[in-house]
């Protein structure tokens, strides 16, 4: 993508070289996080020969931190059953993710190698949809059955304490002989307390625990208010399926904030990353511009209703399209603000009247002075007072209509349960156009005869 | 802000007829994060009576839940010492948060209540800038001194166990005599460990820190990095000082994408919520306003220079604003994609080369979709091919500026230290409008004998 730092040449060296044990020390002594930033530097085709010279268990806690589409990239480029060896290190949410991202034929070819347990745990983590709790939570966690003692549960932890190394690290899960949630232990309360408490007395029975069908926005809200460092996920029947951690949340809530800047823009799904394929990248721009190239094409055709006007005072034609952009910028902020008044709960999809009357105090505000300022560079262009008073009170109005709209149609979208961000912008460009124009061409055509 | 639930109305009924020992009871029984929605709830001069119906303890939970400015605005409706009872039991970080949102006044008026010792910690936090890491930090940590065995560990952890329960709850931070940082303790090591294991023996010595001066949207690269807990905060000279924890970290990254999205669409410092008074909302919107419409001017002076040009063709002024705001879309597509980019690490302020081609790549493809379409319509309206390929070809070579115009500028921002989400989109729009103008009337008026 760009000219790689001095550590990422001397690692492509190594292995354009095949120097494979110089490889293995380089990113081994890295933590995986650094080591993922150094492997996203190679050129495609040394990813995978780079994860390749390490040992297995250090290859996947570099692929966890390498982009979702960089890491499915690199595992395609391998043969599934080296592919296999890596994976099934990997934490099972993350290996689900990365096989969610091949095609269906690799991730079988994949999961054929992969050793049976495992297989079957990924092959359930695969069923939930991407964005929910289920898809997003690992099957990773330590149960322990009800009615334990304490000193009994730190002996069962020690003795599978290199397994558990890799775990969430914070919580237990007590369950029933049924593998229901009965509640959570934290492991600080157990260090705390005495040698033969029984777990029940120090356990959270009334833990916070969601479903596995729960969206992820849903998710990111119940981390947003608890605080948690993980959550346990459960079935219908309350059986505990697996856990979400805090560092997926954070994900996800990234993610989602990132996006939705996308989607306001008019990218469609709301992912774009300039090394996908110019079909990809061309097509989720294009089929939004394609439908806003026509709602434009509407708005403007207002203007060919007022030709005799503007024929008339063709000054006009020069502030069409400033009334057109800054009526558009000022109802894109009442649209951002109420997006992210919706998405941070403070305002509810239904506050209509309330978020009315505030834009109306923002838009007189705001309208007046760009209306002033508008007005004055009309009068001074073309000597006629008039003309700034018409083009001026037009952006008053149209400015005013803008972000009333601007404010509202957030809310009209989310309430249809539709997304406010990639639908708002050309709703109100439309809208704020064809009222803008109508409005100053209206005028002129009433007051013509104070403009010539 | 809007009708209150049931729940809600229950509650302000119970304040307004003075039933304090009722509210409590219905707060009490809610996590602080339900209760706190429930508080939210309430009209502005009821939110101070709530918190003051309940335990100062059970109070401060609820405030550290509020939204920040929501929460300034009830400690400022107390009475000093009556908020000074409640902001001592909150958290370090959150207190600083709260008292940084006072005026210096309120602030020093409360802190003159609040105990010596931790009125010292809440000025001391005061003294860091609020976007860095001293800003986001906690005094609350465990520390033990090196040297320890575990067991003497454990022992001095329970003897203090209540005065620990509202620490972040994973590590334990192993210090030397000068109280400079020496390691990192897991809870789970400790619990794992035999009784007679030195500490020193099971920290992680090469334990990541973090200097109070780091701004945060690096600590939150280095949360999204390493998938911490919790990341203790050292001084200069390597003085432990506190630990920020991964849901400030969640906090500070979710708010930078919000933000992001606000000065995006020109909102000044990014932040606006309906409730603040008329004068912000309305400033911040218009500063930036101001400047837009000036640029704009700038642009549409080019449609005065071909005047004559339109007068001949005044179908074309339906065009204009079809046009420009064509454009602007396309090019502001870009803009967001280099902003997400910049942001994930994903290019380098330096790569417009690479950047360039791949927008010129995108721009010739949706650019001709565009010009096709557009083309279309003024043939069929006005029977004039010629006015199509004039019309359709300005619009694909303005297409094609747009999105090079809009992958660069934020690219061009960043290097040059400017914030990209506030500045690119009037770079843009004034650009690709005179661009465009620029194009579509000198077409028209080079060919102006095919067009009549």
Redesign the interface.
């Known amino acids: ?2 000219r790689p730092t001095e550590d990422a040449e001397q690692l492509a060296e190594f292995l354009t070289t095949g120097q494979n044990e110089r490889v293995a020390v380089q990113l081994g002594a890295l ?1 995986p ?2 080591a993922a ?1 150094l492997v996203r530097e190679l050129p495609r085709h040394l990813r995978d020969d780079a994860l390749l010279a390490l040992p297995p268990a250090q290859a996947a806690d570099i692929l966890e ?1 390498l ?1 979702d589409d960089m890491a499915a990239a690199a595992v395609m480029d391998m043969e599934p059953d080296a592919a296999a060896l890596i994976v099934q290190e990997m934490q099972t949410d993350e290996e689900a993710d990365l096989l969610q991202d091949l095609s269906a034929d690799q991730a079988q070819a994949i999961l054929e190698h992969v050793d049976r347990e495992d297989a079957a745990i990924a092959r359930r983590l695969l069923s939930y949809d991407e964005d929910s709790a289920g898809g997003l939570m690992q099957a990773e966690f330590i149960a322990i059955p009800q009615g334990m003692v304490a000193s009994d549960a ?1 002996r069962q ?2 003795s599978r ?1 290199v397994e558990y190394a890799d775990y969430p ?2 919580y237990l899960y007590v369950v029933d002989n049924a593998g229901r949630l009965d509640g959570v232990l ?3 309360s ?3 307390c005495e040698a033969d408490t029984g777990i029940d007395d120090i356990k959270l029975s009334n833990a ?1 625990s969601v479903q596995a069908d729960m969206p992820a926005e849903e998710l990111v809200k119940v ?5 948690f ?1 993980a959550v346990p996920v459960i079935s219908d029947d309350g059986e505990l399926l697996g856990v979400v951690t ?2 997926d ?3 996800v ?2 993610e989602q ?2 996006e ?3 989607r ?4 469609a799904g709301g992912d ?3 090394d996908m394929p ?1 079909r990809r ?2 097509g989720h ?2 089929s939004w ?2 439908i ?3 709602l ?2 509407a ?3 207002v ?2 209703l007022y ?1 005799e006007t ?2 008339a005072v ?2 006009l ?6 009334i ?3 009526s ?3 109802g ?2 009442a ?3 109420s ?3 919706l ?2 709960d ?3 999809p ?2 209509f009247l ?2 009315l009357g ?1 834009e109306i ?2 838009g007189l ?2 309208g007046l ?2 209306g002033i ?2 007005g004055l ?1 009309a009068w001074f ?1 073309k000597g006629n007072g008039w003309l700034g008073v018409i083009v001026g009170a037009a952006l008053w109005i149209n400015t005013l209509v803008a972000v009333s709209i601007g404010g509202l149609v957030p809310l009209l979208l989310r309430r249809f349960r539709h997304d406010p961000a990639i639908a708002s ?1 050309p709703i109100l ?1 439309t809208l704020t ?1 064809a009222c803008g ?1 109508f409005v100053v061409l209206g005028l002129a055509s009433k007051y013509l005869y104070l403009l010539n």
Chains 1, 2 share one sequence.
């Open positions: 993508m760009e933590h996080g650094e930033a931190e982009p730190v932890l020690r304490a690290a914070s934290s492991i600080r157990l260090l705390l916070v981390f947003r208010r608890y605080h460092l805090h560092d949340a954070l994900r809530a990234e904030a990132d939705e800047m996308l306001f823009t008019g990218i774009e990353f300039r110019l990248r061309s721009r294009l511009l394609s806003n190239i026509l434009n094409v708005a403007a055709s203007i060919a030709q503007l024929q063709i000054a034609a020069v502030f069409l399209p400033i057109s952009d800054m558009g910028c000022s894109n902020q649209v951002a603000v997006i992210r008044e998405s941070l403070r305002i509810r239904r506050s309330w978020v505030k105090s923002v505000v705001n002075a760009l300022i508008i560079v262009w912008g460009t156009d124009f």
